[in-house]
Each structure stands twice: as C-alpha cells, then as structure tokens.
C-alpha cells in the first residue's frame, strides 16, 4: 500500500515538473519576426530587389531600403506612435502587382493584429507613425512567398501597397 501511493505521488510530481520545465523558452513577437526574416530566400531576394529596383529608377521613385529588403516611400510623415508586433493597426490600403498594377486587394479603416499579417506590413508598419501615409514596395518572400495568394497573387510576386496608418491600439 506504502509502496502504492508513493508510486503515485512520485507520478504525480513527474507529471507536475515536466509540465513547468524551466528550460521552455517563451519567444517573443521580436524574436519571431527575426525568425521569419532569417528564413526568407535569399536567392529570390536578390531577384525581386533587382525587379523592384529597376521598376523605381525606371519611374524615379527614390525609396528608403530596408535591410530586410522592403522599399518604401514615406508621403506624410504621421506624428503619433509607432506600432510595435503586439498592437492592433488600423489602416487604409490597396494593394497592386508590381509586374501588372493589377489590384488584389484594398480596405478603408480596416483592423489587423500586426503579428499576424504578413511580413513586409510587419516589418513596414514598424517603420511609421499614426497618420502617415506610405507606399510600401515588397519583395515576394516578405509577402505570399512561393506559394502565392489564391488567383489574384502568383507565386513569388512582388507587391506594391498603399497605406494610410491612421491608429495604433497598444497591447493590453
């Protein structure tokens, strides 16, 4: 019987430890968006900055470079807060392929948690202020990747998108 409920305990203890393991480490929203960075193609990468380069000299557009490869254009400079990954961003957009103009996609006053959008708004949208209007020039793998978006964005498009910043709900 003693011998029983020490098993028990013993068990239950086990079951205890090995759901608190002090060695689980809890990434942060930062460190996930460096993650994403890091495993983007490189190979392709370079390709698509040649693309978007050479569509911007070819209209005379000078936009900033990112190092994660994001071009953009700053059109009004907003005056409030800047994002961080954690906040819900509201925004105006239209969003268009680089190689057509065709449009895919656009939104007035519409809601997103930052972390889960993809990474050229991650990694753009952190680059603005509450009221800014920016023109954000993304290559591929900072969008939908080899895999496209339905049949509105191909595999390994770069995009243009269009974005009017107008609030930042902060994390609670």
Known sequence: MWKTKRNIVLL???????????????ITAEEQLQIELANVDKTQL????????????????IAVVDNSGLRYVVHT??????????????????????????????????????????????????????????????PSGLAYGTAGRGSSIPPNANLIFEVDLLDVKRSQ
Request: aromatic share 8%.
């Open 46 to 61: 370079a390709i698509d900055t040649l693309i978007i380069d050479a569509y911007l000299q070819a209209r005379n557009i």
């Open 77 to 138: 400079q907003g005056t409030g807060i800047s994002p961080e990954l954690v906040d819900i961003v509201t925004v105006n957009y239209r969003g268009t392929l680089l190689s057509d103009g065709s449009e895919f996609d656009a939104g007035q006053g519409s809601q997103f948690p930052l972390e889960q959008l993809i990474l050229g708004w991650k990694v753009g949208f952190k680059l603005l202020h509450e009221g800014a209007t920016a023109t954000l020039y993304l």
């Open 12 to 26: 239950v203890l086990t079951m205890i430890y090995s759901g608190c393991n002090v060695d689980d480490e809890v």
